[in-house]
């Protein structure tokens, strides 16, 4: 039985992309060896996208030709690769589930045939601000984002709509670039924080640049900034906050989670998991669970058993799916970054959430 999948294991994406294909392995591993689905053993057809829309529609399209019976795809965590696969496999009705694209504006760009396994960004947009401004009690924020990018724009879109719906003052709401990001620092107004919408791949540089500027206020990002290991890179830091999708770092608890972090680096020593990690995981048994629903691998009993999938419980929460709304209402996990390992904070399921 052969499962789709595209990750970006090269490029700008794949400091959250490779994790994420590490624990779709992981998962696929687990099914095979209690008898897989439906009684048949699970393939992985994972291909490199290289964080590059055009390989990535190319790589759909070939996945799809070459293997007619494969009724989903899944991978990838940033909304404008996601979309090149996506409308490729809506062309040929296939299923495509992201693990990690945030932006609730997906569904309606990609009609029937795409699904989140995620939170929208929405959701943990407005969980940043509501913490910003009852536990940071920060009433004055400077908002950088970079531009040209549909996940931090969005992002940035979302935290200023609910701040100042709660009360907040924005001293600086700028888009930047690569080159244009240091002069920024110079002017950033009397913000008490900073909320910095940025790409993955720029976090340690970026957040490099805010500390040698001098500003010591703290920093507040969303997904983008659960680099994982990365953030070893930067191992002075314990004042930077993130909104992710689980916490699965080693002093949790949960016994679900202390399983999967055993399993996993029993099968990748020397790495931890993190947040997209366990969405990749999450994803694989999601389409695990929603073909045994269908009892079959035909493409359309499988859509369709997925668009009503209730209480799927996975490492990042409970996904569920209600007519028409392909987004599954999911906790954000509020985490720090200290000196080099991220710890959770809190849970948070927001108040209000910005429409999409």
């Not at 990535?56 to 899944?74: F, G, H, Q």
């Not at 396994?117 to 970079?146: I, R």
């Not at 790495?271 to 969405?279: G, K, N, S, V």
Request: net charge negative; aromatic share 8%; glycine share 8%.
């Amino acid at each position: 039985m052969n499962i789709g999948a595209i990750y970006n294991l090269t490029g700008d994406q794949q400091n959250l992309d490779i994790p994420s294909s590490q624990g779709a392995l992981l998962a696929v591993d687990e099914l095979n060896s209690i008898g897989g689905i439906l009684g048949k053993n699970v393939n992985l057809l994972l291909e490199d996208g290289e964080t590059d829309t055009v390989v990535i529609a190319r790589k759909t399209e070939a996945l799809i030709s070459s293997n007619p019976d494969m009724p989903v795809i899944i991978g990838m965590s940033d909304t404008d690769v996601v979309l090149a696969a996506a409308h490729v496999a809506a062309k040929h009705k296939r299923t495509f589930i992201t693990s990690g694209a945030t932006s609730p504006l997906l569904p309606e760009q990609v009609p029937n045939y795409l699904f989140l396994a995620c939170y929208g960004d929405n959701v943990q947009a407005a969980a940043a601000a509501e913490w910003a401004v009852n536990t940071l009690k920060a009433s004055k924020v400077a908002v950088l984002y970079k531009q040209g990018m549909s996940y931090t724009e969005l992002l940035r879109k979302y935290f200023v709509t609910r701040y100042i719906e709660l009360g907040g003052t924005i001293t600086v709401d700028k888009g930047y670039t690569v080159e244009s990001f240091p002069a920024l620092l110079t002017d950033l107004g009397d913000a008490d924080l900073i909320y910095l919408s940025a790409s993955p791949n720029e976090v340690i540089s970026e957040v490099s640049q805010i500390r040698a500027a001098g500003v010591t206020v703290p920093i507040l990002s969303g997904d983008g900034f659960d680099i994982g290991e990365g953030w070893q890179k930067l191992p002075d830091e314990d004042n930077s906050y993130f909104t992710t999708h689980a916490d699965v770092g080693a002093d949790n608890k949960s016994p679900a989670v202390i399983a999967f972090r055993a399993a996993f680096m029993k099968k990748f020593p020397g790495h931890e998991p993190d947040a997209f990690t366990a969405l990749g995981y999450d994803t694989v048994k999601l389409v695990a669970a929603t073909i045994e629903k269908a009892g079959s691998t035909e493409a359309q009993a499988v859509r369709e058993a997925l668009s009503t999938m209730q209480k799927f419980q996975g490492i990042t929460g409970e996904i569920s799916f209600t007519a028409g709304n392909p987004i599954p209402v999911k906790s954000v996990a509020l985490m720090r970054v200290d000196r080099g390992a991220e710890k959770l904070i809190q849970e948070i399921l927001p108040t209000s959430v910005p429409l999409p």
